[in-house]
């Protein structure tokens, strides 16, 4: 018996929850671990509050009392059609970011439904040995760092979406309210690890989201397009804010033109001409994806992900 390990999948505990939607699956099994917060932990009583008070008409869905007692990191295993699912971390009981929001989709879900869930305080990585009689697989730490960044990307492509929604609200506001519209939500999804002007490299960028270690993993700038010298102008700053360990970064430019189709297209040969990228891939139609050589040091890439908004 194996399982399919969910932990560096986007959204993982909402795609769960509309598998169990959409489908009828008899012997569902739902498990929750939590690993409380250490006593000294510190995070926000009234958040915790908030999610407890979200959960409330779902607890009589679990088996066992106790759950959301004391704040915690929750992982996830659920077992649908003789199969596995396990996602550890996935998120928690004491913010309301996207990995708290998944967990409250699923225990939806489960009550809409009727499946009973069970609440675990073991150890996440002990089960699973118990279980399937191996260590948990870990992760390559450069597979995590990559899929964190997709994470973060996924969370940009729905905020650019709810943002053509709402063009007419966005159509004047200023570039510097954008990014504080975006740090609420990107802290929901890093535990509160993401910084806006923080001081990175030769200067400010806009948006820095650290490790646990304190170093800038991902920067992002948010950029008003105003021409193919933007684009130029922009690739520069960003790279002027790197550190040496810096392997991915992102750029929102948010468009207030006609013809965004061809802006892009242009912006695509501009990058061919001129960075020179290893590869450059279309993820979507706004978007583009390319590595090129880190600055000063030929021998080591860099990611970068740009992202187009359109807000004509």
Known sequence: MDYFDLTFE??????????????HYNNVIVIEFHKFLKKESEYSEKLFEEFCEKSS????????????REAANISLAVKIANEWFVVEDCGSNYYLGFGPSGILSLRKICFERGILMHFKQESFTGWIKNKFGKDFKSIDRNISRRNQFDKIINLFIDFGI??????????????????????????????????????????KTDISIRTKKGNNQYIFELKLWSGQNNLDNTIEQL????????????????????????????????????????????????EIRFEMDYPNDIDKKLLIHINFINLF
């Not at 570039?175 to 200067?203: F, H």
């Open 10 to 23: 986007p959204s993982a505990a909402y795609r769960l929850a509309q598998i169990l939607a959409k489908s």
């Open 239 to 286: 790279t002027s804010y790197l550190n040496w360990h810096n392997e991915y970064a992102g750029i929102l430019f948010f468009c207030r033109v006609k013809n965004l189709t061809s802006i892009i297209n242009k912006a695509r040969e501009r990058l061919y001409d001129k960075y020179n990228p290893v590869y450059l891939e279309k993820e979507r139609h706004n």
């Open 57 to 68: 008409n779902y607890y009589k869905t679990f088996i066992h009392s106790g759950v959301d």
């Open 162 to 203: 709810n943002v053509q929604i709402y063009r007419k609200t966005f159509s004047t506001i200023k570039e510097e309210n954008l990014r504080d519209l975006l740090m609420p939500i990107i802290n929901g999804i890093t535990k509160n690890k993401a910084a806006a002007e923080a001081l990175s490299g030769s200067g």
